[in-house]
């Protein structure tokens, strides 16, 4: 697997869990909602509780988030990091190898 496919699916994977975390946190909001017009005649205790539940929920959701999002940048700049030393390191090979991938694209194309 390519560094650019593998960058385009750890993308695509973060974008996945954001839209699932946005469903999720709606879900949530509408479970609260409903819960408080169900226990509207219960204490607050009751409406507090589930409210912090679900802050908790949706605090814990997020920070994994930011977790993998994180961590996927951290790869990113790894793999560029190590890309551009080997093109310091060998700029002849590394010419050679972009011109191969280059022709190969180029007859693919075709």
């Known amino acids: 697997m390519t560094t650019r496919s593998k960058a ?3 993308a695509e994977e ?9 469903d999720l946190q709606k879900r ?7 819960t408080n017009r169900e226990f509207s005649g219960a204490s607050g205790d009751v409406n507090e509780f589930v409210s912090d539940a679900l802050n908790g929920i949706i605090a814990r959701i997020r920070n994994g ?3 993998v999002s994180s961590k996927a940048t ?5 793999v560029f990091k190590k890309v551009s030393d080997e093109v310091e390191l060998r700029p002849v090979t590394m010419l050679a190898i972009a011109a191969g991938v280059g022709f190969i694209l180029g007859l693919a194309r075709r």
């Open 28 to 34: 949530l909001q509408r479970l609260g909602g409903t």
């Open 74 to 78: 951290h790869l990113g700049s790894d």
């Open 65 to 67: 988030a930011d977790s």
């Open 8 to 10: 385009a699916s750890t």
């Open 14 to 22: 973060i974008s996945a869990i954001q839209d699932l975390m946005v």
